[in-house]
């Protein structure tokens, strides 16, 4: 009787195989980048313009539509994209805060009593999420603000002013005086005056972004058991009050690890304001790859900057996330 | 002693507010409905009626606008260039040729989905639905290219191919079930040979003559780029996302990074990197068409995405299902092919489909660097001083024909996840 163990054959040894399995992937993983990188090196160095941050220091010679920190042609590109990203970072942090507000209320309404409100809301989603957000925008600058009036024309609110040049908003000024927009020669002045590119573009971020986070909304509420709801009718509240107080914490649970995709989707579509017109990061990113032809430095330096914001768009998130989950001892 | 007071009138409490009416709990009449439904208390029955004046007035004035105002002459002047850009007019046969073999092949394909039903189907041969689409697809093709104002021959053409269509749809579904079930069986790898087979007579080649990819343009190029990323970015997201969940740590890592790089970038960043970096990247040469490599961009774009999709299926299938089938002796692949991820791919499909119609209104975003696709030659159409100031018609256009598109592939999904659905198939 021969008791000789089988041996396995090494393309079948649990021991071999993932290394082989990874050695092979490696090789070709190494090859193809040493290859792509190999080019990149050596086609740039022969146009001169191997990787060198020197040119940051160097005038932009362009200048910015608007800014929120001093600018003028003469400064250096640093400044011009920092005037970018701080111009980025204002439509997104706007951004964040309208599309909340609006997906949450539209969320809301698609659990209304009223009928034609709850239609009203699932035809506002299926419209908004079923049309190229840069079409979106693209009608909401050139069909909408600019054919709006100007002048005495424009549209008034008391402290608001929409017209062709930008939306005007009474605001603080000199002092505690609070100041609303004013016809000075037709053509209104006030503390804080919106450019018609950001109105344009903030209105076509947020109502794009709430469309998708009213669709958030209403997975969270819709996870919330019915009886919640059943309860909280059986104690005497109303509608809203069962929502305020009942449900929507309990659905801000599943609410808010979702909305963290949809924040950062709109802080990465944020740089379709270039269509517009609105001087974004990369917007001025482009500007300066015309001109100075820095194209590998221009991608890291956007690259970089998105990422920085996604991670702290998800940072925010997590620790609000933290905030609502339900703490067990 | 205090009587205990019980009872039906003491023991209950008095209500905190007036009870409402019982729901009637059929409501037969319509008025009765809409009362329910919009008026059922005094603030519903004020927005109710606030909401019902502003669609009034939104739809009155945007029918105004549609019928008195609006020139869709700019539309109607450049259908041509809106469906196929600046494609040579000596070869638009070859476009032709295409569009009849594909709706003759939909109508085929169609027609036997009806013929061999699912054991979840009624079996009808005309459900109500398909009259439905074939009474819709006869009011386009009477309408809409008269609308367009296209010439008579044009016209005649999109009446015969739709007759075609409906022709092969009533050709399959009657005399499907008597054909040779080899040659059945032909018919779903028919369509990626009419896929090759399209790219050919569209780009050119076996001895057709060339039409350069700058050359295409409108719907034409939307499509192509749509379908070509949709399709080539399937096989990268499976693999991705199974070397995300692998245990090999080379593997897994590189996955990781590959996704993350590309979900941390907005497209536009990315497309940059595609017109202005990939050409110092490959040996000279190498590199693609402007067209192409924003088609490979989409591709690799679309990619990381379709793997998130694919992840999360492949996560709620349960561990069980890969160690019973490598218990039955499944090698590894094997194991994957069969078991686990036709369940993945099935619960990833939602997910998956979603990703395809964002990536198709993503497309729009080649017009920013300067393509010529559906949104590129509206904007060049607008540049036209003759068509200047036309913006309302053809942003509006655009967005029905992209809502359209958008909100088919939405419904077909459904429609596909029931016929996957392993709750209603055939045991």
Known sequence: MSTTLERIPWWRDRRVVPWIVQAVVGLALLLVITLLVGNLVRNLTAAGLLLSWRWLGQPASF????????????????????????????VILVGLVGATLLGTAMGMASFSGNGLLRRLARVYVEVIRNIPLLLQLLFWYFVVFLALPNGTAAFQLPGIV????????????????????ELVNGVWQAPLRLSVEFTALLTGLITYTGAFVAEVVRGGIASVPKGQWEAATSLGL???????????PQALRVIVPGLNSQYISLAKNSSLAVAVGYVDLYSVSETTLNQTGRALEVFLLLLGSYLIIDLLISAVMNGANQLVQIRER | MTPIQTGPE????????????????????????????????????????????????????????????????????????FAIGRYPVQQQWRLWLLVVLVAALSGVSWGLLRAF???DRSGEIWPFNDRLVVALLGFLAAWLPAALALGLPLQLRWWVITALLVTMRWLAGHWGRSLPSRLVKLVPLSWPLL??????????????????????GGLLLTLLMASFAILLSFPIGVVVALGRRSSLPLLRWSSVLYIEFIRGAPLITLLFLGQNILGYMLPGGWAPDRVWRAAWVLTFFCGAYLAEAVRAGLSAVPPGQLEAARSLGLSMPLALQRVVLPQALRIALPAAVGQFISLLQDTTLLSLIGLLDLLGTARTVMANPEFLGKNAEVYLTLAVLFWCCCAALGLGSRALERRLDPTHSPV
């Open chain 2, 195 to 216: 896929y090759l087979f399209g790219m050919v007579l569209i780009a050119g080649g076996l001895g057709l003559p060339r039409v350069p990819p700058s050359e295409w």
């Open chain 1, 63 to 90: 200048d910015v539509a608007e800014s929120l920190i001093p600018f003028d042609a003469s400064m250096p590109y640093w400044r011009a994209l920092l005037v970018g990203l701080v111009n980025s970072l204002r």
């Open chain 1, 238 to 248: 109303h509608w809203s009050a069962s929502m305020r107080s009942v449900v929507l």
């Open chain 1, 162 to 181: 929409l017209s062709k040049s930008g939306l005007y908003l009474a605001w603080f000024a000199q002092g505690l005086s609070w100041l609303g927009p």
């Open chain 2, 10 to 81: 003491s023991g209950t409490t008095p209500p905190l507010r007036p009870a409402r009416p019982a729901p009637e709990s059929v409501q037969p009449n319509w008025a009765g409905a809409l009362r329910q439904e919009l008026f059922a208390s005094r603030t519903d029955g004020l927005v109710s009626v606030l909401l019902i004046m502003v669609i009034l007035a939104a739809a009155l004035g945007l029918l105004r606008w549609a019928l008195a105002q609006a020139q869709w002459a700019v539309i109607q002047a450049n259908t041509s260039l």
């Open chain 2, 117 to 119: 039903p699912r054991a």
